[in-house]
Structure formats: C-alpha cells, structure tokens
C-alpha cells in the first residue's frame, strides 16, 4: 500500500516568506507526526496530531512555526518569517494509534537562502 | 524527559566483519526502544524496536539488538555485514506512558568498504 508522501519534496524560499509543507499520512492512520533534521542530527519532534487535534506541541521552536489537521488526515506545517535557521529535511510520520510504530514520509528538504 | 546517545557519528567496517553500534538512553521512566535506518537517499524505516518480553530482538535482515535496563543500552549487532547495510542508523526512544514522540540519537554512518 501506499506509504506517507511528503510535498513538495525540496523548497528553496528567501528570508522572510512564509513556507507551507503537506503531509499525507497512511490511510487510517490517526496520529500524525512532524520532526526536523538538521544536517548530521537526527530528527526532533516538533508536533503531534491524534485526529484534529495538536495533542503535543511542545516541540515548535517558536509561534513562527504553526502546523494543522483540519479533517484528521492530511496536514500542513506552516512557517512565517522563514529564517536560514529553519534549513532543515522535515520529515512527517504516521502511526494506526498513539502507541503504533511510526512509519515515516520521505521528508521535504527545506533552504533558506 | 529522554535523551539518547549515539557514541559513535561514523562507523567503517570491512564486508563480512561483524559490526556494533552503539546506544545508550536516559529516562526517568520506562521506555519502548528502536533502532530506525535511512539508506541513501531514501527514508527513514523501522529496522527493529524493543516494546517488552524477551530483551534480544531481531530484523529480518540479520540485526539484532540487546535490551539492558541496568546499563540503559540498546546497542545493535550484526555478525557479518554486506555493501547493502552501508546507511545511517537511528536509535531512538519513546516513553511507554506520557509523551509519544520518538527521541532519536544523532546518527551513525556505517560504511562498509569492500
């Protein structure tokens, strides 16, 4: 089956813009995931989505960086204000419930030129 | 809160030695344990985890990994690796109550020269 895509699969912004990055998590998946990698770092938890709902998102580095689930399925991590800071692959995972292994997209290669 | 260390950021080894990586985790509360890979180019995938029962786990190809609740290791074996098995390998935690996002470890390149 299909597994999580991510789009687009690179984005090249400058400064200042606002990004979108869409996630579309396995079919019936409820908990939806985002994490950020830093070049030679593993990836950081940003936020959680169980259905609708951010149940975590204590992992959002500041109020520039907004993520959503309007329909529990697919989701949308949206960032104002882009800085070459927020260079990085962001990757989404999905999992069939809270305690399932997570199962991850291909990620999107963000540059803040 | 969990943290995990990778002690190891690259690891070389000729094709058909045995190799370990290492992991060592911190938490204030039980824990379920995974080690993730990412071949060139592609996306992170599960390679084995750890959830309870028997502290030895295995993948289907040729991996194993150890539980160690005293030393808070997961360290991860392979007694004779191939060109194939030439990736980045993430070990990572989640705790088995509260919070459920995975806490990863930095990553070690494992390069495997013919």
């Known amino acids: 089956g299909a597994g999580v895509s991510q789009t687009p699969s690179n984005k090249v912004t400058e400064k200042g813009k606002y990004v979108e990055l869409r996630c579309d998590p396995i079919?019936?998946?409820?908990?939806l995931y985002w994490y950020r990698q830093s070049l030679g770092q593993g990836p950081e938890f940003l936020i959680y989505?169980?259905?609708?709902?951010?149940?975590?998102d204590s992992g959002l580095p500041n109020d520039r960086f907004f993520a959503v689930r309007p329909e529990g399925s697919v989701s949308t991590l949206k960032i104002q204000r882009t800085e070459r800071g927020d260079s990085a692959v962001y990757l989404c995972?999905?999992?069939?419930?809270?305690?399932?292994?997570?199962?991850f997209g291909p990620g999107t290669r963000l540059l803040v030129l | 809160a969990q943290s995990v260390t990778q002690l190891d950021s690259q690891v070389p080894v000729f094709e058909e030695a045995p190799v370990e990586l290492r992991c060592n985790y911190s938490?204030?509360?039980?824990?379920?344990l995974f080690w993730y890979v990412q071949y060139p180019n592609q996306g992170l995938q599960l390679l084995l985890k750890?959830?309870?029962?028997?502290?030895l786990v295995e993948s289907i190809n040729g991996f194993e990994a150890e539980f160690n609740k005293s030393q808070t290791s997961f360290h991860l074996r392979k007694p004779s690796v191939h060109i194939s098995d030439t990736a980045e390998y993430f070990c990572?935690?989640?705790?088995?109550?509260?919070?459920?996002?995975?806490?990863f470890g930095q990553g070690t390149r494992l390069t495997i020269n013919p």
């Open positions: 750890y959830l309870s029962g028997s502290t």
């Open positions: 995972a999905s999992s069939p419930g809270r305690k399932e292994t997570q199962y």
């Open positions: 989505f169980q259905g609708t709902g951010a149940a975590d």
């Open positions: 079919s019936g998946h409820t908990a």
């Open positions: 990572a935690v989640r705790g088995v109550v509260g919070a459920q996002k995975l806490v």
């Open positions: 938490s204030s509360v039980s824990v379920y």
